[in-house]
């Protein structure tokens, strides 16, 4: 569909005419099979070969064009026949349909059943109809896949009745795009107006604004990397913001946490005051946005998933939402409760008229999350994208592309197969039990790849053989659910099926980038693709947009991020800041009495706990004790002696409302609490601990990733691409997380406290050289300390004097 306002003129099929009357769609009731549309498409060519053999008169695939007149528009209408046929009485028009239903079912079908079908026919028959003076009927023409049986349904549609229905269709398109064309008129008249969202700037928040608009204007892409504390989510999206209503484009800003997404809703809500018109969505996790008790999305077990095309028609839900400046969660969650529609598919169709989104990196980045609707509607060229806390974005995306395949789910369900009496389960319990031999067969030529792990050549025609064979046995399991309905707590089948598909597009995608890695444990196998470097795919989709901002206190070595996120180093730009804050306010220590290497860990246990305690009983408060790792944190725990009741424990299990029961605890005011937590985590990455509720933050070593088979395939990899293979691998991932980590500390010009780095490690190179800059004058070895204990008396008596607590 095509407008150009200047012209006055719409261009535009039967399909966008019928897309307009569906609305969105909802959960199907059958599976959706890759193979489908490919099924379809192969009814219509052989039901059209055979009438063109057999019908002298019958052609295939027959344009029809309409030029007519609306409200001053030129609107030129086109549709394509499935079949015409010249007969004596006039002409028939033919439209082929391939169903997929029981066989009693199909046989009760009747127009009624597929409205859309029906009107598409008529539509054809209508514009057939104001081209030609003979007698014009038709026919749809059904095909069952279940077992190709045919059904031949004759109409003779009212005209003035279609006409009626393009009219108003064609006046609803219309007065949409001028309704959008004219708020996006408001928009850009009134984005001069809209002002910086607080009321004085950062130091380096200009600088950083300027840098993110000459990005924009020259459709690049920026690194930047800046302190956490000085402002880089206003100082990005209030310049995104307003660059995108003046040139009509969309915004989104992209998180790995809720807690980040956060900050820049409350950002929002600070600009929308100014009464500068925009709309912004935040979108959540479609799990998280479900009303049931029990989360299965489907039309059988959940009302809100049911007509819901035909709800949001009818009440108006969608154009409420929007009349506010930022539709939340909570308040797709409010309307879809009221109209009984599911908030997520609300919260998405709002997305699709709003000028900013607000989401996590799935939305855009996971070939299975992705918002396709949006992009299809919407090119990528015409959406700004920001990236928050863009350091984690790279490993993310790894895992998006690391599928496993298990042997436990397989023989788990061999065995409800074998539990169920209907023959098809005997076909998928034949299907799982060829997999789950496959599987078994794996290692027999199979390389060592340390510990449980071996390297395996993937079994690509033997899967693949598989993966067809499903999709059959799919087909007729798609009837079965037809015929018995689903049980309301969920499907293994089919989410066994969406998973094996997406395991074999990604074993179908290649590459150096993978390895295929076996583990054999009692009971179970698993055959994993791993990723070890997603810089490819990352690049697909970054090169499609406007422009890209990607953001973080830790985006340095720029090199490396640029490698790792897949950015185009013709149109990269970058940028670093120092810490606007008061160096004097601070004290970085480096402590290098202990060593934190894993082979040294048993035996300094005791004494990083005693260092522990020295540092947290020179000034009362909160502190953060960061570990590279739970089993770290689990050694050194029992020698901590501090009371009981001040330790607090991060778990592997810990849970959002565990962690905001923390963040109570810490806002106290006489809290003096002492969170032992992993680098990388939920309490040292995407967390705000405002108003000095820490006195300071212990690294216990650089957080290295484990050293296990996966990461060395991994080191191996970017050796070879590289020649930097520790940096790329261990080094600027630990020292990232260290960094994130000392950042929860000092976040205003106001915050005071310590941050602590503890182990030899953080006094050598290459460790020390990639310590922040504004942290010393000259060298890192400035903060190198062999009297902790009077380095940290020295600073909390020189701040006693002016820093009350």
Not at 1 to 19: E, Q
Not at 496 to 504: G, H, P, S, V
Request: glycine letters at 6%; one cysteine or more; hydrophobic letters at 45%.
């Amino acid at each position: 569909m095509r407008f150009d306002l200047a012209a006055r003129t719409l261009w535009l099929s039967v399909g966008d005419l019928l897309a307009e009357a569906a609305g969105p769609g909802g959960p199907s009731l059958t599976p959706v099979l890759r193979s489908r549309a490919a099924l379809g498409k192969a009814v219509h060519a052989a039901h059209q070969a055979a009438q063109l053999a057999a019908e002298a008169t019958y052609r295939a695939e027959v344009t029809l064009h309409h030029e007519f007149q609306v409200d001053g528009y030129t609107v030129h209408l086109q549709g394509r026949l499935d079949g015409l046929y010249d007969t004596k009485s006039g002409y028939l028009v033919e439209e082929v349909k391939s169903l997929l239903l029981p066989a009693e079912q199909f046989a009760r079908v009747t127009l009624d059943h597929y409205p859309l079908y029906a009107q598409q026919l008529a539509l054809y028959v209508y514009l057939l109809q104001r081209q030609s003076d003979r007698p014009v009927r038709g026919q749809l023409v059904l095909v069952n896949l279940a077992d190709h049986q045919r059904r031949v349904l004759e109409m003779a549609p009212d005209l003035a009745a279609c006409e009626a229905f393009v009219l108003q269709q064609v006046r609803r398109l219309i007065a949409r795009h001028e309704a959008r064309a004219a708020r996006a008129a408001q928009r850009q008249q009134q984005a001069a107006a809209l002002r910086f969202p607080f009321p004085a700037l950062r130091p380096y928040q200009e600088a950083m604004m300027a840098q993110v608009e000459a990005a924009l204007r020259q459709q690049q892409c920026l690194l930047l990397s800046a302190p956490t504390g000085i402002g880089k989510t206003a100082a990005a999206l209030y310049p995104a913001l307003v660059y995108a209503l003046r040139h009509g484009l969309h915004l989104f800003f992209l998180t790995a946490k809720t807690t980040q997404q956060a900050l820049a809703v409350a950002t929002l809500q600070q600009l929308a005051q100014q009464g500068v018109p925009f709309t912004a969505v935040h979108l959540r996790a479609k799990e998280k946005s479900c009303l049931n008790t029990v989360y299965y999305c489907h039309e059988s077990a959940c009302e809100y998933a049911r007509d819901d095309a035909a709800k949001l028609e009818g009440s108006g839900i969608v154009e409420a939402l929007l009349q506010q400046p930022l539709v939340t969660p909570e308040a797709c969650a409010e309307a879809g409760r009221r109209v009984q529609v599911c908030p997520f598919e609300l919260s998405l169709e709002a997305a699709l008229h709003a000028d900013v989104l607000v989401g996590d990196y799935n939305y855009v980045f996971d070939p299975v999350s992705s918002l396709r609707r949006f992009f299809q509607e919407i090119p990528a060229e015409d959406c700004l994208l920001i990236l928050d806390e863009a350091h984690n974005l790279y490993t993310r995306a790894r895992d998006y592309y690391s599928p496993v395949l298990r042997q436990r789910q397989v023989r788990q369900l061999l065995a409800v197969c074998q539990s169920e009496a209907a023959p098809l389960f005997r076909e998928f319990g034949a299907f799982f039990q060829e997999l789950d031999s496959l599987l078994a067969t794996l290692p027999a030529a199979g390389q060592a790849a340390g510990e449980d792990a071996m390297l395996v050549a993937p079994p690509l025609a033997p899967l693949a053989a598989l993966r067809q064979r499903l999709e059959a046995l799919m087909l007729d399991y798609a009837v079965y659910r037809r015929r018995h309905g689903v049980a309301p707590t969920g499907d293994a089948v089919q989410e066994f099926y969406y998973a094996f598909q997406r395991f074999c597009d990604v074993l179908a995608l290649g590459g150096e980038e993978f390895v295929y890695l076996y583990r054999a444990r009692p009971g179970d196998a698993e055959l994993k693709i791993l990723c070890r470097d997603a810089a490819r795919f990352l690049r697909q989709r970054l090169e499609a947009f406007h422009s890209v901002v990607a953001m973080s206190a830790t985006l340095t070595p720029f090199d490396f991020y640029r490698d790792v996120l897949g950015f185009p180093p013709e149109r990269t730009c970058t940028a670093a800041f120092p810490s606007p804050f008061p160096r004097d306010n601070r004290a970085v220590l480096v402590i290098p009495e202990v060593s934190t290497a894993y082979r040294d860990r048993w035996r300094d246990a005791a004494k990083v706990a005693r260092i522990i305690e020295d540092v947290v009983a020179q000034q009362p408060g909160n502190y953060l004790v960061c570990f590279p790792s739970f089993a770290y944190l689990r050694l050194v725990r029992p020698w901590l002696q501090l009371p009981p009741s001040r330790l607090v424990e991060q778990s592997e299990a810990m849970s959002e409302a565990d962690r905001a029961e923390l963040l109570r605890r810490l806002r106290a005011a006489d809290a003096a609490l002492v969170v032992l937590a992993v680098q990388g985590g939920i309490f040292t990455e995407g967390v705000d601990y405002p108003g000095g509720m820490l006195r300071g933050v212990i690294l216990v070593g650089p957080g290295l990733p484990r050293v296990d088979a996966e990461q060395e395939l991994i080191r191996a990899y970017y050796e070879e691409k590289y020649g930097r293979g520790f940096a790329y691998a261990y080094l600027y991932p630990g020292m990232t997380r260290v960094i994130q980590a000392a950042g929860r500390v000092i976040r205003s010009p106001s915050d005071v406290g310590v941050i602590v780095l503890l182990g030899k490690r953080f006094a050598q190179p290459p460790y020390a050289t990639l310590l922040p800059p504004d942290w010393y004058d000259l060298s890192p070895r400035e903060l190198i300390t062999r009297d902790y204990r009077q380095a940290l008396a020295h600073f909390w008596k020189k701040m006693g004097s002016e820093y009350i607590f």
